[in-house]
């Protein structure tokens, strides 16, 4: 993992942002922890859409930050669907990683969401919606999301931008 260089577009695109808190949405996080604990795991199961590179570049990514954000909500998901791909001690190390990696910062009562948000993304992207500000930079691979956070005014990144990168690097 040492020798992987993020290439430079990759760099750029987060230069702005280095001082921001850090948000991964459920996707993001799964693949940055389970991808840690077995690298097998990539390309299968709930990582199936990824490649060993994309987790790469996202490890190097979280290094540049200071503060990881998460929510219940996010580790809800996490926990559920990594719970189906590692069993035994490694589910344990799943548990560890999330827990040393990520610390809820904020709750967010469900009557401060709003009807019209909660209907249309659900609950855990509700939240992830009203946590962003401009302190807080969200990186998820859910178009809808993304949108939504961006049309904002905050600070968003798709992943599947940063895997077009790499595909072209």
């Known amino acids: 993992?040492?020798?992987?260089i993020l290439p430079g577009p990759v760099k750029e695109l987060f230069k702005p942002?280095?001082?921001?808190?850090?948000?991964?949405?459920?996707?993001?996080?799964?693949l940055l922890?389970?991808?840690?604990?077995?690298a097998t795991q990539v390309g299968r199961g709930s990582l199936s859409k990824y490649e060993y590179s994309d987790f790469l570049a996202l490890h190097l990514?979280?290094?540049?930050?200071?503060?990881l954000?998460?929510?219940?909500?996010?580790?809800?998901?996490?926990?559920?669907?990594?719970?189906?791909d590692?069993?035994?001690?490694?589910?344990?190390?799943?548990?560890?990683?999330?827990?040393?990696?990520s610390?809820?910062?904020?709750?967010?009562?469900?009557?401060v969401l709003g009807l019209r948000s909660l209907s249309r993304v659900g609950v855990a992207d509700s939240v992830i919606e009203a946590l962003c500000d401009r302190d807080t930079l969200l990186i998820s691979d859910d178009r809808e999301l993304c949108g939504i956070v961006a049309?904002?005014?905050?600070?968003?990144?798709?992943?599947?931008?940063?895997?077009?990168?790499l595909l072209g690097s």
């Open 69 to 84: 954000l998460t929510t219940p909500h996010i580790l809800t998901e996490v926990c559920h669907l990594g719970s189906k």
């Open 151 to 165: 049309r904002r005014g905050n600070h968003v990144v798709n992943f599947n931008h940063v895997r077009d990168i």
């Open 1 to 4: 993992m040492n020798e992987y």
């Open 103 to 111: 610390a809820p910062e904020q709750s967010i009562s469900l009557s």
């Open 61 to 67: 990514i979280c290094e540049n930050f200071s503060a």
């Open 17 to 30: 942002h280095r001082r921001r808190r850090l948000l991964l949405d459920t996707n993001v996080l799964l």
């Open 33 to 38: 922890i389970l991808a840690k604990i077995d």
């Open 86 to 101: 590692v069993e035994g001690p490694k589910r344990t190390m799943m548990y560890e990683l999330l827990q040393r990696h």
